[in-house]
Every structure is written in structure tokens, then in C-alpha cells.
Nanobody
Framework: QVQLVESGGGLVQAGGSLRLSCAAS????????MAWFRQAPGKEREFVAT???????YYADSVKGRFTISRDNAKNTVYLQMNSLKPEDTAVYYC????????????????????WGQGTQVTVSS
């Protein structure tokens, strides 16, 4: 079992930056593919970014060039650096994990992940 705890959310003005953290316990994250999803009020949860065991990354078009996902296996933590934030980035951000293997595809859908954090609110004011 894996427990995920997100932190780092908050209120920021448009154009600002935030760094989200996802700390894991129970299992080492080095064997997992990790991802960030977000859910705005009245909308479905959507994919934001993912990082493979190898460190390779993939982003949603809406955040490409502004967000960076990274992992520190020694700290069992995954990060999401968010720059040039826009009001449309406002949402609850969720960290997700699943067992993976080298050579696995990118996992972009909510049902492909087994473990989820409780979420952290990000609000971007205009």
C-alpha cells in the first residue's frame, strides 16, 4: 500500500509560480510511474503530467512549457513546478501512483492509477 500526501498549493496571482510536492510512504516510489492530475469545479479530473521510472516525462498540451514534473527517489517525493500560472489552472491538484516497469507506456488516464493523494487546492487570481 502507498500513501500519498500533497502539499504546496495556495493562492497566487496570474503569472506567478508554485511548487507542489507529493510525499509517499509505505513503498519506495522508484518502482512507480507518477502523475499529477487536476480537477476544476464542475469538471472531470484531467491529466496534467507524468514521469516514468526512467525519469522521462510527458505533459498535457495546456501546461507544456510552463509546468515541470520531477522526482527525487531518495526522498520518495514527486514535484510539480508550475510557472506562468493562469486563472484556468485553478483546480484541486492530485498526485497519483501506479506500479510500473522500464519500457512501460505513459499512463494518462485516471483509471490507470492505483493510488491517489487527497489533493491540494491551487487558485490563480487574475
Amino acid at each position: 500500500q502507498v500513501q500519498l500526501v500533497e502539499s504546496g498549493g495556495g493562492l497566487v496571482q496570474a503569472g506567478g509560480s508554485l511548487r507542489l510536492s507529493c510525499a509517499a510512504s509505505g513503498r519506495t516510489l522508484s518502482n512507480f510511474a507518477m502523475a499529477w492530475f487536476r480537477q476544476a469545479p464542475g469538471k472531470e479530473r484531467e491529466f496534467v503530467a507524468t514521469i516514468r521510472r526512467s525519469g522521462a516525462t510527458y505533459y498535457a498540451d495546456s501546461v507544456k512549457g510552463r509546468f515541470t514534473i520531477s522526482r527525487d527517489n531518495a526522498k520518495n517525493t514527486v514535484y510539480l513546478q508550475m510557472n506562468s500560472l493562469k486563472p484556468e489552472d485553478t483546480a484541486v491538484y492530485y498526485c497519483a501512483a501506479r506500479n510500473s516497469y522500464y519500457g512501460a507506456p505513459y499512463y494518462l488516464r485516471t483509471y490507470e492509477y492505483d493510488y491517489w493523494g487527497q489533493g491540494t487546492q491551487v487558485t490563480v487570481s487574475s
